[in-house]
């Protein structure tokens, strides 16, 4: 009996063990399968580019939208990028991916920036900023959809810039060339990164975008509004171009303007949207100011 238990214990330990890595196995095969699955999802023309507004503060009218990916499989709801850009990012799938949502964002935001005088954002991942042709790739893209230089951001996160190395060197290469050709560059995300404020000042970069984790809670949360305070204030002692992320309330609306930050996008105003939406909800005005 004794020695029965034991097998049993053996058994079910060694079992635990071959769980355990079955479930590894499993998770990098998810991941293999997730990369094919956007593989053919890409080719299938599965993906959408929604659109969500950013607001002047001081005109409350929509002066931008940023450009947001879906995966929209067929009869399922629409899957968000937090799920797909890791594993399209690890694969380099993120670059034929991300150079599909520039060139769609472009065609359709052409249209929107010649009729309402909105312009673009586009997120870009690290891995694009390594890639030889990406400069050539949004020069591309603007030419083919008739979208100015001027009319277009790249948002990119900042610890791309600050790690020293080729691949920094790289990255910086092509947003100095882009920059030059008039496209402006924006840090996303500020706040939860690196964000040291003095190399910002070195950087090529035209606009600042505070995370939405620093959002105060309300009027109460003191330490919160100090420190947007002192971020807004630094970026325009910079000359940069603030916008705030994650703006949910009418407070959050009224601080921010208050504080000086010239622009706010977030669920407030409006969520992100399909092209069709901001048309039909008439968030873009006719002859909105050019910016
Ligand atoms: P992000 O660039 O910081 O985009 C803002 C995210 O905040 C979006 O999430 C947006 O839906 C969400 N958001 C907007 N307003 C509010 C608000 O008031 N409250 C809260 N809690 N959230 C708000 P989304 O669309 O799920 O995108 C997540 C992230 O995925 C993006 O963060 C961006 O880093 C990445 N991403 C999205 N599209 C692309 C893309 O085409 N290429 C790359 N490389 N990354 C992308
Ligand atoms: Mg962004
Ligand atoms: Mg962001
Ligand atoms: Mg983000």
Not at 171 to 178: I, N, R, T, V
Not at 179 to 187: N, Q
């Amino acid at each position: 009996d004794a020695d029965m238990a034991l097998n049993a214990a053996k058994a079910a330990g060694k079992d635990r063990v071959v769980w355990y890595d079955h479930t590894l196995r499993d998770r990098q095969t998810e991941r293999i399968e997730t990369v094919a699955r956007l593989r053919l999802a890409l080719g299938a023309d599965e993906f959408a580019v929604y659109y969500q507004p950013i607001v002047d503060l001081g005109t409350s009218q929509t002066v931008a939208v940023e450009a947001l990916v879906r995966w929209l499989p067929p009869g399922r709801p629409p899957i968000g990028p937090d799920r797909f850009i890791p594993a399209a990012e690890e694969s380099g799938l993120i670059v034929a991916l991300g150079e599909w949502v520039l060139r769609r964002a472009c065609a359709e935001a052409a249209t929107w920036h010649r009729e309402h005088g909105v312009t673009l954002t586009v997120n870009v991942s690290p891995r694009q900023l390594t890639d030889d042709d990406f400069t050539a790739k949004v020069r591309r893209s603007l030419l083919d959809s008739g979208l100015p230089a001027t009319a277009l951001t790249l948002e990119i996160t900042e610890g791309i810039l600050v790690s020293a190395g080729t691949r920094s060197a790289q990255a910086l290469d092509h947003l100095e060339a882009l920059r030059a050709d008039g496209i402006r560059i924006a840090v996303d995300d500020f706040g939860t990164g690196y964000s040291s404020l003095a190399y910002l000042r070195d950087l090529p970069i035209d606009t600042l975008k505070i995370d939405k984790s620093l959002m105060p809670a309300d009027e109460d949360d003191h330490r919160q509004v100090a420190l947007v305070r002192t971020v807004v204030d630094m970026a325009r002692s910079l000359g940069l171009t603030t916008v705030a992320e994650g703006v949910e309330t009418p407070f959050h609306a009224t601080l921010l303007h208050t504080l000086g930050c010239d622009r706010a996008q977030g669920y407030h105003f409006a969520r992100p949207m399909p092209a069709a939406d901001l048309i039909a909800r008439r968030v873009l005005l006719p002859h909105a100011h050019a910016v």
